[in-house]
Every structure is written in C-alpha cells, then in structure tokens.
T-cell receptor, first 112, second 113 residues
C-alpha cells in the first residue's frame, strides 16, 4: 500500500513567520498535488507538480517536488492569518489510475 | 466556474437506516470519487467510478455501496448506518487526463445516532 506521510500534523505560528510542511513517501508518484481546506468546506487544489526537482511558486507559497518524485514540500513565507487551514498533499501513483493517495493533513493556525 | 455539489451539508440519521448521499458535477468529468475524512486519518477512498455504471472499491468499501447511472451523478449508499460511519463525506470528480487533479464538493457531515 502506498502511503504519504505529512509532517507536522499541527502548526501554530505568529503572523509573519515562515513555515515548511513536508510530504514523504517510499513510493514514486507521477504527480503530486497540494490542497487547502477550510472548515466546513471541501479541499481546493493549490498546485500540481509533475517533474522531479520542480519548483512552483504561488505568491508567498513555494512548492517543491523531490528529485526522485517521492516527496514534496510546501513553504510559506511571512504567513498571514488568511493562510489558516488544513493543507493536504495527494499523490497520483505511477499507474495513472485516476486515484489519489492523500496524506493525513497539516492543520495550520496563523495568529495575528 | 466548475462545480461539484453534494445534496446535503449536514445529516443526522439513526442506526440501521439506509442513507443516500448524492453528488452531482457539471464538468463532464469521467472520474468520480467518494472519500471519508476523519481527524488524523486524512482522506480515505471509499469507492470510485471511471465511467457510467462502472465502479471500483477503494480502501474502505465495507458497509457502503455506490451507484452511477448518469455521468454527472455519483451516489453513495450506507446500507445500514452505524455509529462508526459518523464522518465527513467528500465527493470529488476529475477528468481522465495525464495528471489527476480532483475537484471537491463542500462535504456532507453525517452523524449516526
């Protein structure tokens, strides 16, 4: 069974701090997505990374896919209270079945 | 704007009841999924469908069944609801493309009492 391990599970920081969330696996993924979920809502796609070593930026968010396509990270610079939410990584196994494997999620709280 | 709509945001059902959760997407996506989300466990796949009348078990199908009679609609059925099925249920759809990107509904929080 392919697994994605996310860390940390919980993060509470002050506005303006930087943070990194990690998503690790022993398996290779053809692509990896990051989603953000607010309370009472479904997850919303932030980014998809598909190439080993790829780096994508979305304003203050930087996403990286590991060279071996087994891991990924999300870095937030100067976090804002609006960044508060649950961050989920999801991997598409190499078999391209259409199924995604999700990490457990990282709950981020940014205090003003 | 792309949309996945779940029929209810909150449901309270009694143990033993048959429960239907409905999901409709307007993006003409081939793939549709049902997940349940529990704290600390992330999203776990219950069933998915890659075409009309096609279905495949996910990681936790026990106690559930699904129906996909039309491309846009995917229903999750709890044959006999139990308290351990109290959870947040999320429906998603995705196109059949090289890279899977899922679009989610707003979720249904089901409580079985």
């Amino acid at each position: 069974t392919q697994l994605l391990e996310q860390s940390p599970q919980f993060l509470s920081i002050q506005e303006g701090e930087n943070l990194t969330v990690y998503c690790n696996s022993s398996s290779v993924f053809s692509s990896l997505q990051w989603y953000r979920q607010e309370p009472g809502e479904g997850p919303v796609l932030l980014v998809t990374v598909v190439t080993g070593g790829e780096v994508k930026k979305l304003k203050r968010l930087t996403f990286q896919f590991g060279d071996a396509r087994k891991d990924s990270s999300l870095h937030i610079t100067a976090a804002q209270p609006g960044d508060t939410g649950l961050y989920l990584c999801a991997g598409d196994p190499s078999s391209n079945t259409g199924k995604l494997i999700f990490g457990q999620g990282t709950t981020l709280q940014v205090k003003p | 704007d792309v949309k996945v709509t779940q029929s209810s945001r909150y449901l309270v059902k009694r143990t033993g009841e048959k429960v239907f959760l409905e999901c409709v997407q307007d993006m003409d996506h081939e793939n549709m999924f049902w997940y349940r989300q529990d704290p600390g466990l992330g999203l776990r796949l219950i069933y998915f469908s890659y075409d009309v009348k096609m279905k495949e078990k996910g990681d936790i199908p026990e106690g559930y069944s699904v129906s996909r009679e039309k491309k846009e609609r995917f229903s999750l059925i709890l044959e006999s609801a139990s308290t351990n099925q109290t959870s947040m249920y999320l429906c998603a759809s995705s196109p059949q493309a090289e890279y899977t990107e899922a679009f989610f509904g707003q979720g249904t929080r089901l409580t079985v009492v």
